[in-house]
Nanobody
């Protein structure tokens, strides 16, 4: 049914780059805001980047600003996270999330991917 499948994770050296992809299916992708979260060992899951349903607005965690870029292609039902100038502290499992709030119906639909490991190490 609903699927969010992340890809592109792996091992990269500090200062390197990586592009994560999240392929969505089973729901109307273009009506959902999309986000990337990450969770490092022993830490809480944190929001990294968010993009609105149309791609008209983005938000980033302070730690990601200037280094990470979230984009989406609604024709391909895919959201991306371009990560540049990677640091060891970026090491985490990165999760893709879809979010839709239907305020009039008091309903929120939220979906999560399984995550992809990003390891930044020399």
């Amino acid at each position: 049914q609903v699927q969010l499948v992340e890809s592109g994770g792996g091992l990269v050296q500090p200062g390197g780059s990586l592009r994560l992809s999240c392929a969505a299916s089973g729901f109307t992708f273009s009506t959902y805001a999309m986000s990337w979260y990450r969770q490092a060992p022993g830490k809480e899951r944190e929001l990294v980047a968010l993009i609105t349903s149309t791609g008209g607005s983005t938000n980033y965690a302070d730690s990601a600003k200037g280094r990470f870029t979230i984009t989406r292609d609604n024709d391909k039902n895919t959201v991306y996270l371009q990560m540049n100038s990677l640091k060891p502290e970026d090491t985490a499992v990165y999760y893709c999330s879809a979010d839709r709030l239907m305020a009039a119906a008091a309903r929120r639909d939220r979906y999560w991917g399984q995550g992809t490991q990003v390891t930044v190490s020399s």
